[in-house]
């Protein structure tokens, strides 16, 4: 049983993400503020949060931020209809793993919750598997049919990005803001030239590769094997 706590001011949009999660067979605990969502938490056990900027008594940025002042590292998937650059700054710096615009997409809603899922179970392995190739988070190693290649740091980090969410796109903006920090001097060429690094070392790996999606970034794709 997954419990994810919602925390959304507006009734429609609480009830709209209680009916899409309880589809798909998720336990949804619902709050109508950040206060109220810190007192849930007191009680009881939360795999994921989704949580709204916009909410009376206690925004979704402080309560992200209180989060990880306090060391919680549950995974946030923050909702709002902030759109803005500097509104998704402030998103990630405040501490949310992951941020949507409103209205949002069902299916697109439910593969990030997923993924999220899926990295906080990486996270507390610190292993990411696929297939036969295996990606040690404390070693920035990968492990390929008994072979082991130590990545420098941003490659690793690159690698283990696209990995982490398959055949989802990532823009070179989104790879150098969470890769290299929003306040990094390097330009987006960095990326295309981590891309072909990694591309010169696992372009034989059967179990993924790394596409372009053509003026878009980057994705990668599982092969059917390896799923």
Do not use: C
Not at 152 to 178: H, I
């Amino acid at each position: 049983m997954i419990n994810i706590l919602v925390a959304e001011d507006n009734k429609n949009a609480r009830k709209l993400y209680d009916f899409i999660l309880r589809k798909e067979h998720y336990t949804p605990i619902l709050a109508e503020d950040g206060l109220q969502a810190l007192q849930i938490l007191e009680k009881q056990h939360i795999d994921l949060i989704i949580l709204d900027v916009m909410m009376p008594n206690m925004d979704g940025f402080t309560f992200a931020k209180e989060l990880r002042d306090a060391d919680i590292q549950i995974p946030i998937l923050m909702i709002s209809a902030k759109d803005t650059p500097a509104d998704k700054r402030e998103g990630f710096l405040s501490g949310t793993d992951d941020y949507m615009v409103k209205p949002i997409d069902e299916q697109e809603f439910l593969l990030r919750i997923k993924a999220l899922l899926r990295r906080a179970r990486i996270s507390a392995d610190k292993a990411l598997v696929i297939g036969n190739t295996k990606l040690m988070y404390d070693s920035f190693s990968v492990t390929d049919n008994n072979a082991e290649t130590v990545l420098p740091r941003k490659e690793f980090l690159v690698l283990y990005k696209l990995l982490s969410y398959p055949n989802k796109t990532f823009t070179r903006t989104q790879l150098m803001d969470e890769i290299w920090s929003m306040d990094t001097d390097s330009e987006e060429r960095t990326v295309d030239v981590h891309i072909n690094r990694l591309r010169e070392k696992f372009g034989n790996n059967p179990d993924f590769r790394i596409i372009t999606v053509r003026g878009l970034g980057y994705k990668a794709v599982i092969s059917e094997d390896a799923k």
